[in-house]
């Protein structure tokens, strides 16, 4: 009878350990819940501050940064993107971002962009140990994106792209002038045939560029130079007839006919050094003959520029109603640069129709921005809770053990 009472008293029960382990409540539910919540707190502000990171990816439909190039040309490094500088001016943007440590999170490498060549997408990358409000986190990295097509805004909008213009209205000479005009002229047809060059360009505004271009070449062409600056020479035009530049006028023709008489010189002594050497000696002939009508065509110019010093001095004095055709040359002249001026004007409305309106930032995830390596609120609870029940459990059947046999 002994000996059966003994066996009886060590036989444990699934039951049993069920009942004990859930009998003494007033321990089991305080360390549940303290168990619980602690859980909860080392996954929410261990694991996932330590594992969890956001990220989102994106490509650009914008016509240039599609093709890594800004409005202006200049060149797009996606790697910029997470730069101290562009962080900070976004910070600055918004005050909702005040409270963001851009040095703290660089210093750290907590921010990473990266590109995918093959599918031509962007991948940002930032740790949710810095930002832990999901919204925040997400309107940050949105502007970060976006942020190359803010620049290009700016740019269509703050840029004039007429300093060739500027150039025009401070320069001396009327040669500077057209020089600055070309120059102007040769911008913008460039500058057009770099955005038809795209494939992505919308028809209208391909449309538009190649238009615009037309008009241009129309107006400056590529005689257009040649025939200013004949005009110029062969009427003696000069934009100002101060005595100093009058002056330099008389110097530089003096020095052009030394010039002149010293080549006149050069090639009255080749002559007779051709004449009195062999007619067999043909390749030394022809050295001597080169040498000559170079010296030739050289005194031809030097004699168009003379002339032209000439006809220029020839109008000292003179008012401008009393040069012939001067009125008529800066007015047309001056109408030229109103018409760059307009074009160049039209050339940032292209701009903006290539560049700015339809530009945007398409997100290969509708919620812009994932996270990842957390555990979720939902499965934290229910982990917690699990590990809390099994340790009150735990510490009521070691503080109640001697029940079990009970």
């Given at each position: 009878?002994e000996e059966n009472q003994v066996v009886e008293q060590?036989?444990?029960?699934?039951?049993?350990?069920?009942?004990?382990a859930f009998r003494n409540w007033k321990l089991f539910?305080?360390?549940?819940?303290?168990?619980?919540?602690?859980?909860?707190?080392?996954?929410?502000?261990?694991?996932?501050?330590?594992?969890?990171?956001?990220?989102?990816?994106?490509?650009?439909?914008?016509?240039?940064?599609?093709?890594?190039?800004?409005?202006?040309?200049?060149?797009?490094?996606?790697?910029?993107?997470?730069?101290?500088?562009?962080?900070?001016?976004?910070?600055?943007?918004n005050e909702k971002y005040a409270s963001i440590d851009?040095?703290?999170?660089?210093?750290?490498?907590?921010?990473?962009?990266?590109?995918?060549?093959?599918?031509?997408?962007?991948?940002?990358?930032?740790?949710?140990?810095?930002?832990?409000?999901?919204?925040?986190?997400?309107?940050?990295?949105?502007?970060?994106?976006?942020?190359?097509?803010?620049?290009?805004?700016?740019?269509?909008?703050?840029?004039?792209?007429?300093?060739?213009?500027?150039?025009?209205?401070?320069?001396?000479?009327?040669?500077?002038?057209?020089?600055?005009?070309?120059?102007?002229?040769?911008?913008?047809?460039?500058?057009?045939?770099?955005?038809?060059?795209?494939?992505?360009?919308?028809?209208?505004?391909?449309?538009?560029?190649?238009?615009?271009?037309?008009?241009?070449?129309?107006?400056?062409?590529?005689?257009?130079?040649?025939?200013?600056?004949?005009?110029?020479?062969?009427?003696?035009?000069?934009?100002?007839?101060?005595?100093?530049?009058?002056?330099?006028?008389?110097?530089?023709?003096?020095?052009?006919?030394?010039?002149?008489?010293?080549?006149?010189?050069?090639?009255?002594?080749?002559?007779?050094?051709?004449?009195?050497?062999?007619?067999?000696?043909?390749?030394?002939?022809?050295?001597?003959?080169?040498?000559?009508?170079?010296?030739?065509?050289?005194?031809?110019?030097?004699?168009?520029?003379?002339?032209?010093?000439?006809?220029?001095?020839?109008?000292?004095?003179?008012?401008?109603?009393?040069?012939?055709?001067?009125?008529?040359?800066?007015?047309?002249?001056?109408?030229?640069?109103?018409?760059?001026?307009?074009?160049?004007?039209?050339?940032?409305?292209?701009?903006?129709?290539?560049?700015?309106?339809?530009?945007?930032?398409?997100?290969?995830?509708?919620?812009?921005?994932?996270?990842?390596?957390?555990?979720?609120?939902?499965?934290?609870?229910?982990?917690?809770?699990?590990?809390?029940?099994?340790?009150?459990?735990?510490?009521?059947?070691?503080?109640?053990?001697?029940?079990?046999?009970?």
């Open positions: 009878m060590k036989e444990i029960t699934f039951g049993r350990i069920i009942k004990v539910t305080p360390i549940a819940l303290v168990v619980a919540a602690g859980c909860a707190l080392g996954i929410h502000f261990g694991y996932n501050t330590m594992k969890g990171s956001y990220s989102s990816t994106f490509s650009y439909s914008s016509v240039d940064l599609s093709q890594e190039k800004y409005a202006d040309g200049s060149s797009f490094y996606y790697r910029n993107l997470v730069s101290s500088s562009n962080l900070n001016k976004i910070k600055a943007s851009i040095d703290k999170i660089l210093d750290s490498n907590g921010i990473s962009v990266s590109k995918d060549e093959e599918k031509k997408t962007y991948t940002i990358k930032l740790s949710y140990k810095f930002i832990k409000n999901g919204d925040v986190a997400k309107s940050f990295i949105k502007d970060i994106a976006e942020s190359p097509l803010k620049q290009d805004a700016d740019i269509v909008t703050n840029t004039s792209f007429d300093s060739a213009l500027k150039s025009f209205d401070n320069a001396e000479t009327f040669e500077e002038q057209i020089k600055y005009l070309v120059r102007q002229a040769d911008f913008l047809a460039s500058s057009y045939d770099a955005i038809t060059k795209s494939a992505n360009l919308p028809l209208s505004v391909n449309e538009l560029a190649t238009n615009n271009k037309e008009k241009v070449n129309i107006l400056i062409d590529s005689n257009y130079s040649k025939n200013m600056n004949y005009r110029i020479s062969s009427n003696g035009y000069v934009k100002s007839y101060e005595a100093q530049e009058a002056k330099n006028y008389e110097v530089t023709s003096s020095l052009l006919v030394e010039e002149k008489n010293l080549n006149t010189a050069k090639i009255d002594a080749l002559e007779d050094e051709i004449n009195n050497i062999s007619s067999t000696a043909t390749t030394a002939i022809s050295t001597l003959s080169q040498q000559m009508e170079s010296l030739i065509l050289r005194n031809q110019d030097i004699q168009y520029e003379v002339d032209a010093i000439a006809r220029k001095l020839a109008n000292k004095g003179k008012s401008e109603s009393e040069i012939p055709g001067y009125t008529a040359f800066t007015n047309d002249l001056n109408s030229d640069r109103s018409k760059l001026a307009t074009y160049t004007n039209d050339y940032k409305d292209v701009l903006k129709s290539a560049y700015v309106d339809t530009a945007e930032v398409t997100y290969e995830n509708s919620s812009i921005t994932t996270l990842n390596g957390t555990i979720s609120l939902l499965i934290n609870g229910a982990i917690s809770v699990v590990v809390g029940v099994v340790v009150g459990a735990v510490v009521n059947l070691i503080v109640d053990r001697k029940k079990l046999y009970e």
